[in-house]
């Protein structure tokens, strides 16, 4: 996502195995996420959230001993947390609040993001940058997670084919169809 300048946290690869302090670059500071990189996350141990640097070798070891082979430290980034979902070559784009109600979260962690601000963003300018990243891997069905910042640009922290749309089934449901229809012909 780099190269086409998608707007994200810094990170760092990590290796497994090896002490987490040597491996981060300068100004990289804590709090942050370990992920594993190899696998979606299936398992809480996929995704931690580390504040210190006994946390984050503890999250590392717990990786490895899950089996990961390769895993990224993510800056953490405080704002205001979005969910979103689309179907490329469609309108259809829908974010919200996961942190609002009580609907589905894989593991609890939106809480390090608290309650939403509900800063101004344009949401127009992060179906964008979804589309671009859903180009960029190929995904025609495809959702994520972003954090919108206080000045109201964004970063993307999260992107999945294929997410279970829970908060927009029918609508997702009618674009999906939509795409089916128009790569058919």
């Known amino acids: ?83 979103f979902y689309s179907v490329e070559g469609t309108g259809f784009f829908y974010c919200h609040y996961p942190t609002e109600s009580a609907g589905f979260s894989k593991f609890g962690l939106e809480r390090h993001n608290g309650a939403p601000q509900h800063y101004s963003y344009s949401q127009q300018a992060l179906k964008e940058a979804a589309d671009l990243a859903a180009s960029q891997t190929g995904f025609t069905v495809y959702g994520g997670d972003a954090v919108i910042l206080p000045d109201g640009t964004f970063r993307i922290i999260d992107f999945s084919d294929w997410p279970s749309f829970s908060a927009c089934r029918r609508e997702a449901a009618k674009a999906i169809v939509e795409r089916v229809l128009q790569l058919a012909e």
């Not at 990590?14 to 996350?41: S, T, Y």
């Not at 490895?64 to 800056?75: F, R, T």
């Open 1 to 83: 996502f780099d190269a086409v300048q998608i707007p994200q946290p810094a990170y760092v690869s990590l290796h497994v195995g090896q002490p987490v302090a040597p491996q981060l670059p300068e100004g990289f500071g804590f709090p942050f996420w370990i992920k594993r990189a190899d696998a979606c996350a299936q398992h809480a141990c996929d995704v931690q959230f580390v504040t210190d640097m006994p946390q984050a070798g503890a999250a590392l070891q717990s990786m490895a001993d899950a089996g990961a082979v390769s895993v990224l430290a993510v800056q953490h980034v405080p704002g205001d947390l979005v969910k």
